[in-house]
């Protein structure tokens, strides 16, 4: 399993598309966090923080981690090597985990040259040093586990597929649904209980929740269980060929 979590990892930085996603990840985020004159330019918010990057960063995931999982299952398919790799004396439960925290190791590396703003953000801060450590910390943490779950559907995505295109496209599209798609209906069917609990269904509320710097247990759970819920759905996908 390690050895093939070592290869994934090795043919996505071995390919010229692997740095062209990273690269594109930091030019947005940087042009948006530091130049262009929105609401998310630090320099222009007033404060000593980097927040921002936190409210835009699932909205750019959800374009990075598909263009990082879609060759996951789909180029394997295409190429025909698919049935090659599940011979290997692996069970597909073990294939499934290595390709995903490949996928996750990955996203995470592309998310570490980010620590330049924080370090940025606290020295020219007044005083130097003046940023929330712990709603910063907890805010990377709601990252990772977000990127758990979008790396999740993206493997699923590009299970059902043999075409990338289309899994990078379906896996945008489950992403979408799952962070901001239930928080909308919710919004949109009741403010009471019954909204609630479909805006609870949703990604968002959890990841907000972890924003601010308060990693609950529920929060943990459900991340959890969103994961295990796609990876079982991926185990289904590629033992239905058996079918």
């Known amino acids: 399993m390690f050895a093939l979590l070592k290869k994934e990892i090795s043919g996505f930085l071995g390919s010229l598309i692997g740095y062209i996603v990273i690269c ?17 330019n630090i320099l222009n918010s007033g404060y000593a923080g980097i927040d921002p990057l936190f409210v835009l960063a699932p909205w750019v995931f959800m374009f990075l981690i598909p263009a990082v999982t879609m060759r996951s ?23 499934i985990l290595a390709k995903y925290f490949a996928c996750i190791a990955l996203v ?18 007044y005083p130097p040093g003046n940023i929330d450590n712990g709603r910063t910390w907890g805010s990377y943490f709601g ?32 992403c979408f649904i799952c962070y ?11 403010s009471g209980f019954a909204g609630n609990f479909i ?10 929740s972890m924003s601010r710097g308060v990693i609950d247990t529920r ?3 459900y991340f959890a269980s969103i994961s295990i819920a796609f990876i079982l759905m991926t185990r289904t996908a590629l033992e239905s060929r058996k079918w």
Do not use: C, R
Request: net charge negative; hydrophobic share 55%; proline share 3%.
């Open 108 to 125: 995470i590396l592309a998310l570490l040259p980010t620590l330049v703003y924080y370090v940025s953000v606290s020295v020219l801060g």
């Open 199 to 208: 805006q609870s269904v949703g990604i968002s509320m959890h990841y907000s």
């Open 180 to 190: 901001s798609g239930f928080a909308f209906i919710g919004q949109y069917v009741s």
């Open 24 to 40: 594109v990840f930091l030019i947005t985020v940087g042009l948006l966090l530091w130049v262009f004159p929105f609401n998310s």
């Open 73 to 95: 299952f789909a180029e394997e398919k295409k190429t025909g090597t698919i049935e090659l790799l599940l011979t290997h004396p692996l069970s597909d439960l073990e294939i």
């Open 143 to 174: 990252l990772i586990f977000l990127t758990s779950g979008f790396v999740a559907i993206g493997i699923f995505a590009s299970s059902i597929s043999s075409n990338q295109i289309v899994s990078f496209i379906f896996a945008i599209l489950l």
């Open 219 to 221: 929060d943990v759970i």
